[in-house]
């Protein structure tokens, strides 16, 4: 989807906010996604549920987010960066590597 697509998404929610979601006058929102309480964010399994009916998968979407990340930093800023612990963040920096040289190496002692 087009950044210029999303951008419209995006404001059209701020602008069409109802229920309980909405803000009384004069207070900025805190969060983009509201939950149904005032400055609480919306449950992630609500999120999720929402953007799977308009055909985003947000697992998949969270995954190549976190590849991408993965693979630009050092896994030492991924994990303080993201509140990874440092295994899990050098597992996910080998995984953004892609098949380096022990790809090989693997795939005979297999």
């Known amino acids: 989807m087009p950044d210029a697509a999303i951008d419209d998404l995006l404001r059209e929610l701020v602008t069409r906010r109802r229920g309980r979601s909405t803000i ?10 509201h939950g149904i309480y005032p ?3 919306m449950d992630p399994s609500s999120l999720s549920r929402r953007l799977r009916a308009i055909g985003v998968q947000p697992r998949q979407a969270r995954n190549a987010s976190l590849m991408d990340v993965a693979s630009e930093l050092p896994a030492y ?3 303080r960066l993201l509140g ?8 996910w920096n080998t995984e953004a590597s892609g098949f380096g040289p022990d790809y090989a190496a693997d795939l005979t002692r297999r």
């Not at 990874?84 to 597992?91: P, S």
């Open 84 to 91: 990874y612990c440092q295994k899990t963040a050098d597992n």
């Open 24 to 33: 009384p006058p004069g207070r900025e929102p805190t969060w983009l996604f």
């Open 77 to 79: 800023v991924f994990s």
């Open 39 to 41: 400055g609480r964010p």
